[in-house]
């Protein structure tokens, strides 16, 4: 979108970010950060330069930007097409949350190989086992402070984008199983025929290319202590008639994987990328689009910095969770934690079989290099920019101190120079670098990259700046 055209939405942007404000807070909070959450609305607002809801609840709208939704639409058929049948599996496993009943799985354990073979297995242990109650306290992404921070569900009624799997044709039969409110005659995609009909990934009705998943039953028992049935759950109303934009597993992924990252900084980039394959995951099985899940990565980012920001919450249960989760490992290892991670086979992926989405790598991930490196390409999933790509760094007040573990002797104003060098570039979708120069936005949560924030060899200088050297590796602060 021009500039000119962003400027002259900017009221309704603002109206938006008003309306969707946290309700009234709580009585007697146990940490600050309970009540004083990040507004949604204002971090996600630019999904409003692509995609105007009707506001009539029912998952219809008008198309702002066609080119970046085609994209949206293009990889999203690709990457269900084309994922393998292991990789599908994965995403079954990812998408079954723990019940109150106690079956299903816990998304911050179903992430535990992105620790590495030896030790998520020994994480994953720890967790069923119950050696670790102040990490499962804090990380669980049903009940825990952290890893349940956000509710999606009105944002997602907010923006009102229907699902991938959806047909766009209103007189389309419903598929068999489905629950009657998932009938085509009540939730369709029509607002988007428009964009699909004639489109290679689409069919000749114009619907995207989308193949179900089919259920599963996980007999592993890597990731709960029973086996556990998996279902993507696409006839279901919870999912068919929720809004598609954020993504709320992905919300939770992150919430849950980031603040682990942050425990554990020494392996931040294959968390991370583990992080985001889950996040992936919800496009294999098509009930999600790239778009949707950068926007559940940047509320998970927003979750986790408020957590970190809030010195009461991260000296009662973020540092302590951390003590308990490293005495742990290295306990269970039988050496250092260093040592531990030495000696371990890292975190590895391969979801589509060695082919590559357009425009994209394969995001094959065999070690911390090309962990990076796929974490990376998933932060803009190749979406052309729509606002100036040259802007200056735009990072989020608050999003130092997601830093704090992994530089302890920087300062705040160090630790966001740091995150200012290792973002991406502005301008893609859903940045909020343009409106944050307007005073609509605090800074832009779609640019951190903190695979790469996270594992930065960093140079300090003597008039107390610092410039990062390299990514990639342990976080390290080197004096000059």
Not at 196 to 204: E, H
Not at 450 to 456: G, K
Request: net charge positive.
């Amino acid at each position: 979108m021009a500039r000119r055209a962003l400027v002259a939405a900017l009221p309704a942007l603002a109206l938006t970010i008003a309306l969707l404000a946290p309700s009234t807070a709580r009585a007697q909070s146990p940490f600050p950060s309970d009540d004083d959450k990040p507004k949604l609305a204002a971090v996600l607002v630019g999904f409003r330069t692509v995609w105007r809801s009707s506001g009539d609840d029912d998952l219809t709208g008008r198309v702002r930007n066609a080119q970046q939704l085609q994209w949206n639409d293009r990889l999203t058929s690709w990457i269900n097409q084309h994922a393998t049948s292991a990789q599908k599996f994965r995403a079954l496993q990812d998408a079954q949350y723990l019940t109150a009943k106690g079956s299903g799985y816990d998304q911050s354990i179903t992430i535990a190989d992105g620790l590495g073979q030896r030790l998520g297995t020994l994480y994953a242990k720890g967790r069923l086992g119950g050696k670790l109650p102040l990490t499962t306290k804090l990380l669980n992404t049903t009940t825990g402070s952290a890893g349940d921070y956000f509710d999606t569900g009105d944002t997602k009624a907010a923006f009102g984008y229907p699902r991938p799997y959806l047909p766009v044709s209103t007189g389309s039969v419903r598929a068999s199983g489905d629950q009657a409110a998932c009938a085509p005659s009540r939730v369709s995609g029509e607002s988007l025929a428009s964009l699909r009909k004639g489109q290679p990934w689409a069919t000749a009705a114009g619907d995207l290319r989308i193949t179900r998943v089919a259920p599963a039953v996980d007999t592993s028992r890597r990731f709960a202590t029973t086996d556990v049935t998996l279902d993507a759950g696409y006839g279901r109303a919870s999912l068919c008639l929720g809004g598609s934009f954020p993504s709320g597993h992905t919300t939770d992924a992150y919430s849950a994987g980031l603040t682990l990252a942050t425990l554990l900084p020494e392996l931040a980039p294959s968390i991370l990328a583990r992080v985001s394959e889950a996040a992936n995951n919800r496009i294999v099985l098509g009930v999600h689009y790239p778009l949707d899940v950068i926007g559940g990565r940047m509320a998970g980012q927003a979750a986790v910095a408020a957590r970190w920001s809030d010195e009461k919450f991260r000296t009662q249960v973020l540092q302590p969770a951390r003590r308990e989760l490293i005495g742990y490992l290295q306990s269970a290892c039988g050496d250092t934690l260093a040592a531990c991670i030495a000696a371990d086979r890292p975190y590895t992926d391969d979801p589509y079989g060695g082919a590559a989405p357009p425009a994209l790598t394969g995001q094959v991930v065999t070690d911390r290099t090309t962990a990076l490196i796929a974490y990376t390409e998933r932060l803009g999933y190749g979406f052309t920019p729509i606002t100036p790509a040259a802007l200056g760094a735009s990072v989020p007040q608050g999003a130092q101190n997601l830093l704090r573990t992994a530089f302890p002797t920087l300062t705040g104003t160090q630790r966001q120079s740091v995150l200012a060098q290792t973002e991406t570039a502005s301008g893609n979708a859903l940045d909020t670098t343009t409106l944050q120069a307007l005073g609509l936005a605090d800074g832009s949560w779609q640019r951190l990259n903190l695979a790469a924030a996270l594992s930065a060899t960093v140079l300090r200088l003597a008039d107390g700046t610092v410039r990062v050297l390299s990514v990639g590796g342990s976080p390290t602060v080197l004096d000059g």
